[in-house]
């Protein structure tokens, strides 16, 4: 295929510069080729270079194909062609300062990964052991600081450069959920405390009522369903993913005493991808989950989602004391449905529900928002789900069912704050008592 030719100037500056821009979004992950970047120099010099509005969603269009990718896009084009001390800016967030010297700040999301693809991985030099005699020299005791994957596992998700991801993602591949069996109220006939009559008399019967033998039995053990519903709304896609990658290992690796591992996903429609995390390969896995399910980085809608599942899925997966566990912002959109109904419905299905939600990882965080408020009464366990530790709560959580983690505090924090429609309702029961009594 012979390519058309390209109408640029006799010193293409802008080309090239698309080029190593392109080279960068490949380091961050993106899929890009050099025919992309053949069709975004076409685009850029169709749609000219006049409004940085128009190149931005001009390059946007030529190069994103993912919306997991739009978040890296826009960090690296801010950083590439926005920022004039872009190379500083990036040198400086990647060279590790000491606590308390250097004021620290939030990373932005995907803002150390685009760093890392604009920089090629080349991190700056460090100081080497030489001193001046004018400077003074700084021991630090290094002894009890804690190991490069007990960091790791204490890093947000939403915050992790790539080669970090890889390094989490391993780790969440390896990691175990087991849960303790419950005892069921069928027994077997084997070595226990309770009388068995039934066995004892039939045994008796075959050597002409004689009973040489006591039998006994005692309760069978069988273990409980694991349900997982995940949002995968935008604000929840990152966390989703590290989720479900811990979902895949926990349905593919034995002992572990689940009886069966269901997941759905939610955003603005609810989808079944427990199949799916039946695959040996975690990115096979995935892959096939997100082709089936369309509502990546969309909108939310909790409460109409757990409510299909209630209605459609409830009885077929949330028998034997099935354990849930719910990972989501709380940030329902649709305001008319009643989610405190919904979530009613289902902790009465539920053995036990597990919200693990990623908002929590902030010190301020308040529970203010009307759908975290509706579901925090109606779940048993409340904790953060924003890096590795937090996942490897869940598993305190199984163990230890009467530990709410943080939901007694917060839901303290609900009783305080007077709610709008209890004021209103207030005023209604003050303002029928005094009609009455004036009507007598």
């Known amino acids: 295929m012979k390519l058309p030719p390209i109408s640029l100037p006799d010193d293409p500056k802008l080309a090239e510069n698309i080029t190593h821009f392109g080279r960068a979004l490949r380091r961050a992950g993106l899929n890009i080729g050099p025919g992309r970047i053949t069709d975004a120099i076409l685009a850029v010099s169709a749609a000219g270079f006049t409004s940085k509005v128009d190149f931005y969603w001009t ?20 950083l590439y062609w926005r920022d004039p001390q872009f190379m500083e800016h990036m040198m400086a967030f990647l060279t590790p300062a000491v606590r308390g010297v250097q004021e620290e700040r939030q990373a ?8 890392q693809a604009l920089l090629d991985q080349q991190y700056p030099d460090l100081p080497d052991g030489t001193t001046n005699e004018d400077e003074v020299e700084v021991d630090i005791d290094a002894s009890q600081t804690t190991s490069g994957e007990e960091h790791l596992k204490t890093l947000d ?14 780790i969440l591949a390896t990691m175990r959920l087991p849960v303790p069996p419950i005892l069921s109220r069928r027994t077997q006939a084997l070595p226990g405390r309770m009388p068995d009559w039934r066995g004892t008399m039939r045994g008796a019967m075959r050597t002409g009522g004689e009973i040489n033998q006591f039998r006994t039995k005692r309760p069978r053990i069988r273990y409980p369903n694991l349900v997982v519903l995940c949002d995968i709304s935008g604000s929840m896609s990152q966390y989703s993913r590290a989720v479900l990658h811990f979902v895949h290992a926990v349905a593919n690796k034995q002992g572990q005493g689940w009886a069966h591992v269901h997941a759905f996903t939610f955003g603005t429609q609810l989808t079944n991808i427990s199949r799916h995390m039946r695959t040996r390969d975690v990115d096979a896995a995935l892959a096939a989950a997100g082709a089936q399910a369309q509502d990546w980085e969309g909108g939310t809608r909790i409460a109409a989602c757990l409510d299909r599942f209630n209605r459609d899925w409830s009885r077929r997966v949330m028998g034997q004391g099935a354990v849930v566990l719910l990972i989501t912002d709380g940030l329902d959109r649709d305001g008319d449905a009643d989610l405190g109904k919904v979530m009613e419905r289902l902790s009465l299905t539920a053995k036990q529900v597990i919200w693990l939600n990623p908002l929590l990882r902030y010190d301020g965080f308040a529970p203010k928002a009307r759908g975290i408020t509706q579901m925090l009464p109606h779940v048993d366990t409340f904790r953060a789900g924003h890096n590795i530790a937090s996942l490897e709560g869940v598993t305190h959580a199984l163990m230890q069912p009467h530990d709410g983690g943080d939901k007694q505090r917060f839901m303290s924090l609900i009783d305080q704050t007077p709610r709008p429609d209890e004021k209103k309702l207030g005023w209604s029961l003050a303002h029928t008592r005094n009609k009455k009594d004036r009507h007598g």
């Open 108 to 115: 932005v999301a995907a803002e150390r990964r685009a760093a």
């Open 157 to 170: 998700f939403e915050q992790m450069s790539i080669a970090e991801m890889a390094r989490a993602k391993r």
């Open 59 to 78: 390059l946007h269009a030529c190069f994103v194909s993912k919306p997991e990718d739009r978040a890296v896009f826009a960090q690296i084009f801010r």
